[in-house]
């Protein structure tokens, strides 16, 4: 798994200006448009005894708001040249908590102490997808998660099937959480504008009975394979993992393509390949 740069990188304070300098390595592109601003921190709704979380406050354009009007809030910060500045803006702002890590490294779980947290964060767009799903493997210790990212991602995770964006992302993120697109984001509410249009969404994990009881190896691996050969049939792109028999078995035409299944359907193909097994189980491993 792609992690972020080691944090001893070199310091990124201008020496003339005494600005930080934003690092390419870090994907650093920090929030300034004050109305958008505004409009996520009223997405977000922050109420009196919510844990808030936010992944990568930058130079503080949501961190602060949110501290105002909360009072309280923990942030993790992986490059520790912002860590001082973020410090000295929040001090009269309310309680801030500074974790200065690798986002995916954190035990979500383990900070949440037996409670739920609330996530916000401007993710890095180069490992967002990692984030995510490290985000949801603590989906229990999780009430909802406010992200913004680039668009095409958003497009990505909110795609139906049928959809040209429909694939991996949309499945695995659609049968753990609900996800709902809020805002676009333009290019010049930035600084330095990305080359890209961002978004906010707004993912909600599932409660314990609306979600799957298959094997999540299984399904991830289906997924990953029926959708790293998108083009061809489910019977072909699943050769080693699953049997023409056992797709049907699951309800499904194996001359289908994996992106016109809809997320439950991958669940029942699942069940089908753990109710009688796969004939190759060396090459299901991928």
Request: charged share 20%.
């Given at each position: 798994?792609k992690r972020?740069?080691?944090p001893?990188?070199s ?8 600005r ?5 390595q870090f994907?650093q ?10 409009r996520?921190?009223q ?5 009196s ?6 992944i990568g406050?930058?130079e ?10 909360h ?10 040249d ?18 200065h890590a690798?986002?995916?490294?954190v035990?979500f ?9 609330r996530?916000?964060?401007n993710?890095p ?6 984030i ?9 210790a999780i009430?909802?998660?406010?992200f913004?990212?680039?668009k ?8 139906a099937p049928g959809s ?6 949309s499945?695995m ?9 809020l805002?676009k984001?333009?290019?010049?509410a930035?600084?330095?504008p990305?080359?890209?249009d961002s978004?906010?969404?707004r993912?909600?994990?599932l409660?314990?009975e ?15 394979h ?8 489910l019977?072909?792109?699943l ?14 035409d194996?001359?289908q393509r994996?992106?016109q299944?809809a997320?439950?359907e991958?669940?029942a193909?699942a069940?089908a390949?753990?109710?009688t097994g796969?004939?190759k189980?060396?090459?299901?491993a991928?």
């Open positions: 798994m972020y740069p080691s001893h990188a310091p990124a304070i201008d020496s003339i200006t005494g930080h300098v934003h690092k390419k994907g592109h920090f929030l300034h448009d004050p109305g958008l601003i505004r996520i921190v997405a977000i709704a922050p109420k005894g919510d844990r808030l979380v936010e406050p930058g503080g354009a949501i961190t602060l708001p949110l501290l105002r009007e009072g309280r809030l923990t942030v993790i910060e992986l490059d520790r912002l860590i001082p500045r973020i410090q000295n803006a929040a001090r009269e702002a309310g309680e801030l908590e500074v974790i690798d986002v995916l490294t035990d779980s383990q900070l949440a102490a037996g409670g739920k947290l996530l916000v964060g993710l767009y180069n490992i967002s997808s990692p995510l799903f490290h985000c949801l493997d603590h989906a229990a009430s909802d998660m406010h913004m990212l680039q095409e991602v958003v497009d990505r995770m909110a795609a040209k964006v429909y694939g991996r992302l499945v993120l659609q049968l753990y959480s609900t996800v709902e697109p805002l984001v333009p290019p010049g930035f600084n330095p990305p080359k890209v978004a906010v969404v993912l909600t994990p409660p314990a609306r979600r799957h009881d298959a094997d999540p190896g299984i399904i991830e691996r289906i997924v990953r029926a959708f790293g050969q998108r083009r061809k049939t019977s072909n792109a050769q080693g993992v699953a049997t023409s028999t056992q797709i049907c078995a699951a309800g499904i194996p001359r994996a992106e299944l997320p439950q991958f669940v193909l069940k390949v753990a109710a796969t004939d189980p060396a090459n299901a991928g």
